[in-house]
């Protein structure tokens, strides 16, 4: 029976520092690197061992997934990372405190930019410190100035049908160290969440959860958290 195991990545600095991240590039705090390794734990004590992997091009989702293979023995197996697993790119607020964000423009205003469906922050300004154009990884790609979580969910499902679910219908158990929105992104599919529910769910960080799949390639079961299996 195919499994998929999503795994947010571990606290990171900017999580600890309540700054908007986004796309941009931020390492684990000691306590991300804790959890990405108690995942690892995880899953070899409930014995859901990971045969493919998938993560996108920031090093706090890498980390987390290199941290939490290498806690269950599996390091070996097949890795592909993608930029459209990133996070949600959060255009101007990137690198802003948010709670001084908030104190500027409004609970009201931010509330908006954070958590409706398809209404963007700002657009990230051309030229600005967070300004990834000339960064390597994104060479040849088309990099949004901001994202809402519609924005998010049309470049994560078109990846999710063409790469991901056809290593799941050859039976791996497939893991994918991603980010809140972009896990977000296949929660909301994979559950059938209404848009207006998929703005209110919360994906803890380092926290594993499992989808179990039939023959006909659909969940098979409500998702859960390895934890509490």
Same mark, same amino acid.
């Given at each position: 029976?195919?499994?998929?195991?999503?795994?947010?990545?571990?606290?990171?600095?900017?999580?600890?520092?309540?700054?908007?991240?986004?796309?941009?590039?931020?390492?684990?705090?000691?306590?991300?690197?804790?959890?990405?390794?108690?995942?690892?734990?995880?899953?070899?004590?409930?014995?859901?061992?990971?045969?493919?992997?998938?993560?996108?091009?920031?090093?706090?989702?890498?980390? @987390?997934?290199?941290?939490?293979? #290498?806690?269950? =023995? !599996?390091?070996?197996?097949?890795? %592909?990372?993608? +930029? *459209?697993?990133?996070?949600?790119?959060?255009?101007?607020? @990137?690198?802003?405190?948010?709670? #001084?964000?908030? =104190? !500027?423009?409004?609970?009201?205003? %931010?509330?908006? +930019? *954070?958590?409706?469906?398809?209404?963007?922050?700002?657009?990230?300004?051309?030229?600005?410190?967070?300004?990834?154009?000339?960064?390597?990884?994104?060479?040849?790609?088309?990099?949004?100035?901001?994202?809402?979580?519609?924005?998010?969910?049309?470049?994560?499902?078109?990846?999710?049908?063409?790469?991901?679910?056809?290593?799941?219908?050859?039976?791996?158990?497939?893991?994918?160290?991603?980010?809140?929105?972009?896990?977000?992104?296949?929660?909301?599919?994979?559950?059938?969440?209404?848009?207006?529910?998929?703005?209110?769910?919360?994906?803890?960080?380092?926290?594993?959860?499992?989808?179990?799949?039939?023959?006909?390639?659909?969940?098979?079961?409500?998702?859960?958290?390895?934890?509490?299996?």
């Amino acid at each position: 029976m195919p499994k998929l195991i999503l795994v947010r990545h571990g606290q990171s600095e900017w999580n600890l520092a309540n700054r908007f991240t986004g796309w941009w590039d931020v390492d684990l705090t000691e306590k991300g690197v804790e959890e990405a390794i108690a995942a690892g734990w995880l899953l070899a004590e409930r014995g859901v061992l990971p045969t493919y992997a998938f993560t996108s091009y920031q090093t706090r989702a890498i980390k @987390t997934l290199n941290l939490a293979l #290498e806690a269950c =023995d !599996r390091l070996w197996i097949p890795v %592909v990372k993608d +930029w *459209r697993l990133n996070e949600r790119h959060y255009g101007g607020l @990137t690198g802003l405190d948010k709670q #001084e964000t908030r =104190d !500027r423009h409004g609970d009201e205003q %931010v509330h908006v +930019w *954070r958590r409706s469906f398809d209404v963007p922050p700002p657009d990230l300004e051309p030229g600005s410190e967070y300004d990834l154009a000339s960064d390597a990884r994104y060479a040849g790609i088309d990099i949004p100035l901001a994202e809402s979580l519609k924005l998010t969910i049309e470049r994560v499902l078109p990846y999710w049908e063409s790469d991901i679910r056809p290593v799941l219908a050859s039976g791996e158990t497939v893991i994918i160290s991603a980010h809140g929105n972009s896990l977000r992104a296949l929660v909301k599919h994979l559950s059938n969440i209404s848009d207006e529910d998929i703005t209110g769910l919360e994906i803890p960080t380092g926290q594993p959860i499992v989808y179990e799949f039939g023959d006909d390639l659909r969940p098979s079961g409500e998702r859960y958290y390895l934890r509490d299996a």
